[in-house]
């Protein structure tokens, strides 16, 4: 590719020293019209080429345009050969006016030398465009000749992603992508093109476009398009039996670049996305930005999301502190890749163990803390009771403690939706979890605060990888109840809420984030079926199995009768938690009782204590399951 770009710019000086002599002889042609006094002024554009053919390819040189690869060019491009043109007119027009006044020819008409400029920026920059346009042409005769034939295409979204996946196609003609048009429902863009591509509807146009375009696939290139837009491509394009693609959601593509590699097919997530709150970068920047911030838990969904966009804000160091390995090498290789610059810090410790968990931050310092380390998963807990109490209950003390030695500034705690009027073991020791943090915030006037959500998409043991797989198996599908229903959020989304509550905090709040609407799982089931390409009830068989131990029919995210308060965030709010009696001296008295009682190896005892250390919490009333209480 090298010696072919050479060969080329060969070619542009050369035909950059004829145009400069055409240019300087028409610029004399415009201005003396061909009459007796141009055999006057000779001596002058003699001069004048002479001065050109030495200056201007030293200036055009220094400016790069015989290293530019002018098949690619831009508007950029076009600045620069602008301000090549014009720098180069300025010595040219200093040394003809130095000569003349040494005498070297009589006189010269002055007007030549802008007619010169006008006529070099057309002459050099129409050679650039030529060569863009020549290209161009090049590629659109060997799309043909391309494996596979040519795959034509209509893209949802007629804005900047839009504009630079069907960039990306004409550019890459080896895509076998061709864009035949937009659709997009902004009234202002109907009828107009974008890089040649006709704007031909809106999305209520989709149907007709299908059928009138011929197209041989759909692309949703809108990162913030809501659920209820992927959700009405889907269905129609599984009704034409058309295949349909999207961008990643906005949440997903921070931090990244919108690319046509960036395609995929449609998922779950993308029916159940929500229109992307406006993001308050200037308090996450004052928040993260050049701080030494760790998070507990960084080898899980949750915990490397956080890693992931808390790197997009250049903290001075990230201390990534997990209990698996494997987990945190995969997290550090992660960020390595995407973020080489970044002073990353894994570590391995369990948050059980408190003299090492006071180690690491004695040896780091950190300055924010966002503690995701947990047992989250609700039937697994409801037969290991012990583990789910030291981990979830006393490793948050170990944390919070810790914290507080080295007076860490801020600390987030993420939380659920099943802390709130627990019946199960998971719910009830992070409802404990919350009111350690809530009380060392209270006792001591620190930035402690917790944010509380329901389920996210894709997070390690959700629902929707266990239907994948049933899916795949060809059924059947297994819900628990029909009426099931569920708050559900992406992880990248609930991430970045939990980074921008993390800059509302004063200090002893629990926030909570807009889920939106809870979904049914049965719904779910069904919507992960037809975008397998198949139909539930006739390709796959759903099968109602009883709701299990430990399970609601639906969730709360706070207490009922106790207010939620907006905040500057709009997907954010405030609630005012009840006053548990836990707090107060008497929590740690009664922490150590029940992590007593879970060393003892009694988790009926455990349970008991639970629900007594917990207003209307009510874990008992469910009987400890046996093992084949997991399977689904």
Known sequence: MRPKAIIRNRYLLFSDLILIVVSIVGSYVLRLELNSQIIQYLPSMYWLLAVSLVLKPIVYHLFGLYRQMWAYASIQELKVILTAVTTASIPVSLAIFSLWSLGMFEGFPRSTLFIDWALSLLLVGGSRIAVRMLEESQKAANKGDTLGGVHRVLIVGAGDAGALVVRE??????????????????????????????????????????????????????????????????????????????????????????????????????????????????????????????????????????????????????????????????????????????????????????????????????????????????????????DAVTNNILGTRNVVNAALAVNVERMVMISTDKAIRPINVMGATKRIAETIVMDAAQRTGKFFSVVRFGNVLGSRGSVVPLFKRQIARGGPVTVTHPDMQRYFMTIPEAVYLVLQAATLGSGGETFVLNMGEQVRILDLASDLIRLSGLEPGKDVEIVFTGIRPGEKLSEDLWEIGHPYLPTMHPDIFRVECAKDTLCGPGLNTEIDDLLQLAHAGNPTAVVAKLDEMIPDSAVQSNPLPFITAIDN
């Open 169 to 386: 196609m004409q550019k890459n003609p080896q895509l076998n992508f061709q864009p035949v048009g937009f659709l997009d429902d902004d009234s202002a863009k109907q009828k107009q093109k974008l890089y040649g591509i006709p704007v031909v509807g809106k999305l209520e146009d989709l149907s007709r476009m299908i059928e009138r375009t011929h197209v041989h696939e759909v692309i949703i290139a809108i990162p913030s398009a809501p659920g209820r837009v992927v959700r009405l491509v889907a269905d129609i394009c599984r009704i034409k039996g058309i295949p349909f693609r999207t961008m990643p959601g906005i949440y997903e593509l921070l931090g990244g670049r919108v690319s046509v590699s960036r395609l995929r097919e449609v998922d779950i997530a993308d029916l159940l996305r929500r229109e992307p709150a406006r993001i308050r970068d200037q308090e996450v920047d004052e928040t993260l930005g050049g701080k030494r911030v760790l998070v507990t838990g960084a080898g899980g969904s949750i915990g490397r999301e956080l890693c992931r966009q808390i790197a997009r804000w250049a903290p001075a160091e990230l201390i990534l502190v997990g209990h698996g390995e494997n987990s945190i090498f995969e997290t550090v290789m992660e960020l390595q890749e995407s973020f080489p610059l970044l002073a990353l810090r894994p570590v391995i410790a369990d948050v059980r163990d408190r003299r090492r968990i006071f180690t690491v931050f004695e040896r780091h310092l950190p300055q924010v803390v966002f503690h995701a380390a947990a047992h989250k998963h609700v039937p697994l807990m409801e037969i290991n009771v012990e």
